[in-house]
């Protein structure tokens, strides 16, 4: 958690709106030239809700750190209402200084195994690569499905070592969701980190001091580290689930 707080508080620069590892594949949606830049990133946003009606609903983002993708889907899939949380209270102050010009967004500080949220409230609740950090995935699953509304979507997508995806499965039929469907999306997101290192190592070296490089990098996925290797041996795997509470 601490890395969290910690890139927040050091990196305030509003280009980086991303903290995800990226999806990458032949289908390229349509982008404005001014997200462009974050296309991968935005991919991995789009390939988590693909499906799922959007427009006119209202939408939960558990986890959504630096905004970049809840302004995103805000903007372009026309929302209701889009509420984003993170645990990180300096995040949610970067988010709202950045996006306070979007009507239907708003952000804020709360814990997703405790969500500041009514039951019932919500018609779309998704959670994009910010679940493999919390203390009790149970809780947090339990909380997605009190503030859904019966009929809602959850929409998760994150990796798991390959050992615990029984195990990440069974919470999610115990705690009462349907599994739509599933699918294994690691080499898209593979693909993606090597389409990123480039960048990504030179933005750490700019930016990072010298003692904090390696555990960016680390948390970055940059090939030759450990989670990345691990994805590429098949020990790890990044996983897109569509769930709906009966
Ligand atoms: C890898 S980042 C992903 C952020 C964002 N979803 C994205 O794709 O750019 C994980 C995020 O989860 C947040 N997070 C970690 N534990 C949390 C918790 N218990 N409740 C809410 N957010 C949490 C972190 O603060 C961080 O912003």
Known sequence: MWL????ARSQTNSKFRFMNYGFNDDDEIELSENDEADRLFIQLYHMNIRGIEIEGREVLEVGSGRGGGASWIAKTLKPESLVAIDYS????????????????????????ENLPTEGDSFDV??????SHCYANMEKFLSQVFR??????????????E????HEVENLFSNVGFLIKSSSDVTENVLDALKLIEEGRRDIIRQSAPQSLRKSFETFGGVPGTPIYEAMKAGRVR?????????
Request: charged share 25%; proline share 2%.
């Open 4 to 7: 969290y707080q910690r890139m």
């Open 147 to 160: 503030v859904l509304r019966s009929g809602g979507d959850f929409c998760w997508t994150d990796l798991r």
């Open 238 to 246: 990044y996983l897109r689930y569509h769930m709906v509470k009966p």
């Open 89 to 112: 209270s300096e995040a949610v102050r970067l988010c709202r200084a950045w996006y306070h010009d979007q009507e239907n967004l708003r952000f804020l500080e709360g814990n997703a």
């Open 162 to 165: 390959t050992k615990a995806i």
């Open 125 to 130: 609740v998704y959670n994009v690569e910010s």
